[in-house]
């Protein structure tokens, strides 16, 4: 209900552990021969954003999808599937 925007039906946050990034930020640099920005390279801000991130979807009642499950990024189908099942279900509502 700020700057007189009305309140979203659903937010989704999508979660990664910072392990899980750090592994993928370093393969990607291996792989296209480019550095972490300032922002990668600070992992300790990165764990921070990612708690506030995971804090935020607590206090406002977002739906949190881990996207990581048993060590293992999920499929981008299988992801997709369970965004598509909350906002169906929002719809429905």
């Given amino acids: 209900d700020q700057l007189g ?8 946050y999508l979660d990664v552990p910072t392990d899980y990034t750090e592994k993928m930020m ?5 792989d296209t021969n480019t550095s972490a920005d300032i ?21 406002y ?16 189908e299988d992801i997709h ?3 598509y099942r909350h906002v169906t279900a929002c719809l429905e509502e």
């Fill in 5 to 12: 925007l009305p309140c979203p039906d659903l937010v989704i």
């Fill in 26 to 30: 370093r393969k990607r640099e291996a």
């Fill in 39 to 59: 922002h990668e390279k600070d992992l300790v801000y990165l764990a921070t954003c990612r708690r506030s991130g995971k804090e935020a979807a607590a206090f």
């Fill in 61 to 76: 009642g977002w739906t949190v999808i881990e996207c990581v499950r048993d060590g293992q990024m999920r499929s981008i």
């Fill in 81 to 83: 599937e369970e965004i």
